[in-house]
């Protein structure tokens, strides 16, 4: 109960605290019901199928599970029967999906997920898609579409497929998504069978038919219920991924924010409360009780602020969903779902760092002496201990390692890298900052000093004896300014040397490309003899039959049958040396044995695993071709719809718009994130100080000072610290981004300089510093107003 009264008395001292931790909760609630709510459904088309038997699971070279491995049209077939045999079974639908896109007006019909729109009729029976007019497809030159798509029973329409345009006969509707053909023709465009969906008789019972498919086909998995969600299109996968990475990026930063901030405003506020707690040990409070108190009243703050950010995040969760939506980062028809775990979640981590957060400001604020009670609050000795400083330079020894890590890690990983590596040095300027407070804010007020101003003085004289006070304060605003700087400066740089790189790669080149289409077809390739086409597939090697992607090349060069050539990374991953032979499963259910002809230097452009084009076209139908190079001194054409052409830089630039969007996009929500949590601090640790210091400015008006007088100098001390602050945050940043610069310049081959977006800077200092100095202006006016 004393500890309930200490926060309801002191509600003030506490409200920074609340908010900070209001605020983190909040933003990781949302995070989280978002995530928890874009977790995979199951697909429409596979409503009226009561179990769905899938082949066994490949492993990559990292040992984690992938992909299926069909089974061939001769292993299908009596697995078909057996399951056929299942007592509850009706029918057994082969499912396949492959590539379809109808042309109208000589343009691709817009669908993303055209990749696998095309399906067997049987697979309709799967569906709650009914026929509106028409009748089923027999011969192979006959199609089932879409009623939406706005093509007569009887009329002729032209399908896009691997091999290219098609015409085929509409003989029917339905109406769902979906291009709908003969079972032949489709197990013409997809001969392996990775997919058997079991239609229930009436009544039957979903599980027990599992039962039963399951000791038919051993080491594979027949899925029901829910866990049909398992197979979902490349492009709402994709999609979801994306989201994934996005909200998990927001989780991060919001995270270590929440306990940045928590834990330096619980310090501020403790350090704050110096003289009350000297009172307290001087009538008999031993040190455990003051550390007792100190963790109830963080507690009582953390749980009452998670409450409230859970409902601010609840309510927040459909504004985040909408923004992912527009940038094209949602899974169709994704709803807002409140489950528990995402409550219990956000709380636990609201309560645990604030009790945290006070632990490490009580160990401390526990030794106060009962003499202290006679001195001011702020008057305790100020020098760094011995912990902190070894723990500040071993955090800034690792964020070095960490910076210097950004200029030689992976691509992939460069901006996890450099985000860490500013998180850790963050951290780092923290702990140092009583250090460096005093001698910054001594440089910055030296020439105000020397024309013998009174304020310049003042505020020299409390960053000095004040300097743990002035360091907390400062804490906020390296993060601010910290993560702006970085995170615009991550997107700048990046969009200066990939297209640069890339267009370097490709110097001389005309690139033919897909415009509307998932890939290009063998048409286009036909069109475009000269260069190279690449067409992927995914194949299982040796007798692990592990999986990864396979190209299949035209080059001269490495189009040898019978043989493959490897990067060196994948043959010492599959333990393969040149001149051995390995067998290779491909998406046929066909294996083939294959001579490995040369190991060579890993090299992206070429591939990790290269062999014959003919190859991959025999055993995998379906497959669209990646983008087609051709040389200088030969004409790419475009002649096919669906398709265009662009030169090198051209290339480049759109290649990397692609995804520009979405990591601009990404950076700005980040920055707003991380800046705004760090206002918000900012401000409540102004308010704090401003209120805690209002003894100070009672004594100033006493002796002479006026209202303006006292209001400038707390606006002038504000903007020192703001402005230490920043320079920290802004120095903190540039290692890792001079290592992320590096590193781009040794992965592009082109000269790639640090590029600081200054206007956002420029955002978040300004930002910064109106919100400290607002705050700290209007408290003072209060207290000022009060004392009259």
């Not at 963790?295 to 992912?324: H, Y």
């Not at 140092?432 to 910054?440: E, F, T």
């Not at 401000?683 to 004594?699: E, K, L, Y």
């Amino acid at each position: 109960m004393l500890i309930i009264a200490n926060v309801r008395e002191r509600w003030s001292s506490f409200l920074g605290a609340f908010l900070a931790v209001m605020v983190g909760v909040a933003l990781i609630t949302t995070t989280l019901v978002i995530y928890d709510s874009s977790r995979p459904t199951v697909q429409g088309r596979y409503t009226n199928a009561a179990a769905l038997a899938l082949p066994q699971q490949a492993l990559e070279t990292d040992g984690s599970p992938e992909d299926r491995i069909p089974w061939s049209p001769a292993e299908a077939a009596p697995i078909r029967a057996k399951l056929d045999a299942v007592p509850g079974v009706a029918s057994v639908v082969a499912d396949r999906s492959f590539y379809a896109q109808a042309i109208q007006g000589d343009r691709p019909v817009t669908d993303e997920g055209a990749a696998e729109a095309g399906h067997g009729w049987g697979s309709a029976l799967m569906a709650p898609y009914k026929l509106t007019s028409g009748r089923a497809p027999g011969a192979a030159n006959e199609v089932v579409v879409d009623r939406a798509l706005g093509a007569a029973v009887g009329s002729t329409l032209t399908v896009n497929i691997t091999e290219g345009r098609k015409p085929f006969t509409v003989v029917g509707t339905v109406d769902g998504p979906g291009y709908y053909f003969s079972e032949a023709f489709a197990a013409k465009q997809q001969p392996g069978v990775s997919t058997l969906a079991l239609i229930a008789d009436k009544g039957a019972s979903a599980s027990a038919i599992a039962s039963g498919a399951q000791q038919v086909i051993g080491a594979g998995s027949v899925l029901t219920g829910d866990a049909r969600s398992e197979l979902q299109p490349q492009y709402v996968e994709h999609k979801r991924n994306l989201g994934v990475q996005l909200i998990g990026a927001m989780a991060a930063l919001g995270l270590f924010t929440t306990v940045f901030v928590v834990a330096s405003m619980l310090v501020l506020s403790t350090g704050m409360r110096r003289r009350e707690i000297g009172l307290l040990r001087t009538i008999g409070a031993a040190p455990s009780q003051i550390r007792r108190m100190i963790l109830g009243e963080a507690a009582v703050v953390g749980l009452l602020g998670s409450f409230v950010g859970c409902l601010a995040g609840i309510a927040a969760a459909p504004v985040l969903r909408d923004i992912l939506k527009g940038l094209d980062v949602t899974p169709p028809g994704m709803e807002i779902s409140v489950a528990a775990w995402p409550l219990l979640t956000a709380s636990a981590v609201g309560i645990s760092v604030s009790v945290i957060g006070a632990w490490a400001a009580g160990r401390k604020a526990a030794k106060v002496a009962p003499i202290e009670a006679l001195l001011d609050s702020r008057s305790a000795n100020n020098a760094m201990g011995r912990g902190r400083w070894i723990t500040g330079l071993s955090v800034l020894g690792l964020g070095a390692v960490l910076a210097i890590g950004t200029a030689t890690t992976g691509a992939d990983n460069r901006i996890s890298m450099a985000l860490f590596a500013t998180m850790t040095l963050i951290v780092a300027a923290a702990l140092l900052a009583p250090a460096l407070v005093g001698p910054i804010g001594r440089l910055l007020t030296a020439p105000f000093q020397k024309r013998g101003k009174a304020g310049s003085v003042l505020i020299r004289s409390e960053l000095t004896a004040n300097s743990r006070r002035a360091a907390s304060l400062v804490a906020p605003v390296i993060a601010a300014v910290g993560f702006a700087v970085l995170l615009s400066g991550a997107v700048e740089t990046m969009r200066v040397a990939y297209p640069a790189g890339e267009a370097l790669k490709v110097a001389g080149q005309t690139i033919v490309t897909s415009d509307g289409t998932p890939g290009n077809t063998d048409e286009v390739v036909a069109a475009n003899p000269v260069g190279k086409a690449s067409v992927p597939t995914r194949a299982f090697i040796g007798d692990k039959r592990t999986v990864l992607d396979v190209l299949g090349t035209r080059d001269p060069k490495w189009n040898k049958p019978g043989e493959a050539v490897l990067g060196r990374r994948t043959a010492t991953d599959l333990g393969l040396k040149e001149g051995q032979s390995t067998p290779v499963r491909f998406a046929d259910g066909t294996t083939v044995n294959l001579k490995i002809s040369k190991v060579l230097a890993d090299d992206p452009a070429r591939g990790d695993f290269v062999v014959a084009r003919d190859l991959v076209r025999a055993h995998d139908p379906a497959a669209l071709t990646d983008d087609i190079f051709v040389p200088a001194g030969h004409k790419a054409s475009a002649a096919v719809p669906g398709t265009a052409v662009h030169d090198a830089l051209q290339y480049a630039l759109d290649d990397y718009n692609t995804d520009a969007k979405l990591t601009d996009s990404l950076a700005a929500m980040l920055i707003a994130i991380a800046v705004g949590y760090s206002v918000i601090a900012v401000a409540n640790s102004m308010a704090m100080a401003a209120h805690g210091r209002r003894r100070d400015f009672a004594v100033m008006k006493s002796a002479g000072g006026t209202v303006r007088q006292l209001l400038k100098l707390a606006a002038s001390e504000t903007a020192v610290l703001v402005g230490v602050g920043a320079g920290l945050g802004i120095l903190v940043t540039l290692p890792p981004l001079a290592g992320m610069a590096s590193g781009l310049s040794q992965a592009t081959s082109s000269d790639v300089g640090l590029h600081l977006n200054n206007g956002a800077i420029t955002t978040a200092v300004i930002g910064t510093l109106l919100a400290a100095v607002l705050a700290g202006v209007m408290v003072t006016g209060k207290t000022l107003k009060k004392s009259a």
